[in-house]
């Protein structure tokens, strides 16, 4: 049942167990952690209506992985469905579990965190074959997070990565990459970019497509509001897609692309990105959102004592705090109002960091001020289309006196 934007389920499940979370000693009453529960669940019960506006893909049953996971589904002969198969990854509020009628109730309070956030292809592909199954014939692992709200971007980045690093790892053998390194040759992180599976750096590079998203303006006109580039938060996956099939599309001319277009300011984008997360704290004004210390806004962590600093994202500067994407994202794209093309390239129409100094302190104040207006969640701030509107406007104001 759901009651505005909350939603309970109950259903039977044939194990239920709660993982101790190892960072919560038994003293420390009432402090709140992600806690972790694994449920083994007959998929005769599995509820229809888990809410999906949380996975951040779209479920393809065409796909070859999803025409495995059905084969494994309905094979009568192997009953180790729940072994083989990933299984379900949910977000809630709570859980709470009946061990006399063996009956688990997980609450969503919350649908822009609270729901599917990994297994979607498992969960559509179960609800659609199932009728051809018995009782107790296929299980499926169901694992369900709670306490996650403010560090649900990275949950859900880092457990729907598969589909997308495999694509990555095709389009890096057929050298649609190189566009992306020569960009980034002389940059002291160029050797820190991974590009395929299992090559294990520290710039994974569907990060970097998706900041480089957010100043597509052929995708993403500067003289209209609509559309914001809301998807380089939302799904790194789309912009993995975007960039492949920009590249494919335009196979025998390159300089249509407008990845080719942007090459040049390529070093700039990945400059203003650490210039906005290094110096996100000092443009921050406390007093005007009631919260002085930046360290005190919900998704912003600080260093302890004691604890290495943390690094900017491309150029590893030291850091005192770490800030959400889903603030760095809707300010960072903002700064696509200071591009236009030119002679088939893409180039600034002012210096972004010269116009981060004079505007920084409103952005930033603007952003954290959303964020408390929605809740204190930087998830949904990330999502807010009048955020990326209002910031995108105000950094546009800067250009109106500039002669083209």
């Known amino acids: 049942m759901s009651k505005n934007n909350k939603m309970e389920l109950k259903f039977k499940v044939s194990s239920f167990r709660k993982i101790p979370n190892p960072y919560i000693k038994s003293d420390n009453v009432g ?61 809630a509020k709570s859980v709470s579990y009946n061990n006399e009628e063996n009956v688990v109730t997980v609450l969503f309070e919350d649908l822009n965190v609270h729901g599917n956030v990994d297994g979607g292809h498992t969960y559509t592909i179960i609800k659609n074959c199932r009728d051809q199954l018995e009782v107790g014939e296929q299980f499926v692992k169901i694992e369900v997070l709670t306490g996650i709200e403010d560090m649900f971007e990275q949950l859900a980045a880092a457990r729907n990565t598969s589909v997308q690093v495999n694509d990555q790892s095709i389009a890096e053998l057929e050298n649609r990459f190189e566009l992306i390194k020569d960009a980034f040759r002389n940059e002291r992180f160029y050797n820190d970019i991974s590009y395929k599976q299992n090559d294990i750096k520290r710039i994974d590079v569907s ?45 025998k001319d390159q300089t249509q692309n407008p990845y080719y277009k942007m090459k040049n300011i390529m070093p700039k984008i990945t400059e203003l990105y650490d210039e906005l997360e290094t110096r996100m704290p000092e443009f921050y004004k406390g007093e005007a959102t009631g919260v002085k210390k930046y360290g005190s806004i919900t998704g912003v962590s600080m260093v302890k004592p004691g604890k290495d600093k943390y690094k900017s994202k491309f150029y590893e ?88």
């Not at 495995?68 to 379900?88: C, P």
Request: charged content about 25%; overall charge neutral.
């Open 31 to 91: 402090e709140t952690k992600p806690e972790m529960y694994v449920l083994i669940c007959d998929v005769k019960d599995l509820p229809t209506d888990i809410p999906m506006g949380t996975n951040p893909r779209m479920q393809n049953e065409k796909t070859k992985v999803a025409k495995k996971i059905q084969t494994s589904l309905t094979n009568h002969t192997e009953r180790n469905f729940y072994l083989l198969n990933r299984g379900i990854l949910l977000s």
């Open 207 to 251: 990060d970097i497509l998706a900041i480089l998203n957010l100043f597509n303006i052929d995708r993403y006109p500067t003289d209209k509001l609509n559309p914001m580039p809301l998807v380089s938060y939302a799904s790194k996956k789309s912009c993995s897609d975007y960039y492949i099939d920009e590249h494919k599309k335009h196979e």
């Open 317 to 404: 500067y030291d850091m005192d705090y770490s800030t959400p994407n889903g603030f760095l994202y809707p300010i960072l794209g903002a700064f696509r109002a200071l591009v236009r093309e030119k002679d088939g390239k893409y180039e600034w129409i002012k210096d972004p960091i010269v116009v981060l100094n004079e505007l920084g302190n409103n952005l930033v104040s603007s952003t954290i001020q959303m964020s408390r207006d929605l809740g204190n969640n930087p998830n949904a701030t990330g999502k807010n289309s009048n955020l990326w509107q209002t910031l995108f406007m105000q950094v546009k104001m800067t250009t109106m006196t500039t002669s083209f």
